[in-house]
């Protein structure tokens, strides 16, 4: 994949942060800056589906009175 410059400005106590923790690593800190925003952005997908499957457990009892056993995984009829 191509890659893209990014430049970006942070203050000299997070850029002396993300040194450390890159070299501590043994990476660059390209290398270390991609991997969070990875990270983060996997993290993102990750509470959306826990926020999913909470909301399914936490109303499982309504859907499962509203549509009922028998009719689970399918649409209920538009009336």
């Known amino acids: 994949m191509p890659k ?3 430049n970006v400005r942070v203050d000299a106590d997070t850029a002396r942060a993300a040194r450390e923790r890159a070299v501590a690593r043994g990476m660059s800190v390209n290398r270390y800056i ?5 990270r983060d952005a996997g993290e993102q997908g990750r509470m959306f589906v826990d926020a999913a499957a909470d909301f ?24």
């Open 34 to 38: 991609e991997e969070l925003v990875r």
């Open 56 to 79: 399914m457990q936490r109303y499982e009892t309504v859907f499962a009175e509203e549509f009922g056993p028998e009719t689970e995984g399918r649409r209920r009829p538009v009336e």
């Open 4 to 6: 893209t410059q990014l």
